[in-house]
């Protein structure tokens, strides 16, 4: 008589999870953006979708003109699960002091539907500047306004009173 043994062996789940890695912009009009991204070494731009042995991973986001560069992420990856990883890049706001019929600078580089510019009035007293496309501004003391240039163009913005004191605002 023979004695046959069979063992069947089967693995149940997977050593491996997915980690799926995302780039967006912030605010109301929030864009996926493709950016390089590390993930402990190994390149990809989102988005990006990756399979990967069940463990820690740091996740480093590239830097993208206009916008701060999010912090590295650590993620963990287990077994036949799903990650997720969204690195929210703010816009750089711009500051530009207005007083004293002046300007702090003379020239600003933006860019159109992203760059936040702050006008802000440090002074004790009204100031009014304008310029097309955002028209005139009455900016009252110690307040500021923001505006976001919508299209691209060169923009001269100066004091109504005062044309000569003037700056330009490139939004690329």
């Known amino acids: ?8 062996v089967s693995a149940v789940g ?4 997915t980690l799926v890695v995302e780039a967006q912009s912030s605010g109301k009009n929030s864009v996926s953006l493709g950016v390089s991204v590390s993930i ?5 731009t989102t988005p990006a979708t990756l399979t990967l042995s069940q463990g820690t991973y740091t996740v480093t986001f590239s830097a993208v003109p206009w916008y ?7 993620v ?7 990650s997720y990883v969204v690195g929210t890049y703010n816009p750089i706001e711009e500051f530009v002091s207005v007083g004293g019929g002046g300007f702090n600078r003379t020239s600003l580089s933006v860019l159109h539907g992203v760059t936040p510019v ?7 007293t009204d100031q009014v500047i304008y310029s097309p496309p955002m028209g005139k501004v009455d900016i009252p003391p110690m307040q500021n306004f923001t505006y976001v240039y919508p299209q691209a163009g060169t923009f001269i913005v100066y004091f109504p009173v005062s044309a000569s004191n003037s700056m330009e605002v490139t939004a690329q």
């Open 14 to 17: 997977s050593p491996n999870g």
């Open 118 to 124: 702050v006008w802000v009035n440090p002074s004790t």
């Open 76 to 82: 963990l990856v287990p077994a036949a699960k799903t």
């Open 68 to 74: 701060t560069t999010p912090p590295a992420r650590v």
């Open 40 to 44: 402990n070494g190994q390149k990809a």
């Open 1 to 8: 008589m023979a004695v046959v043994v069979y063992a069947i």
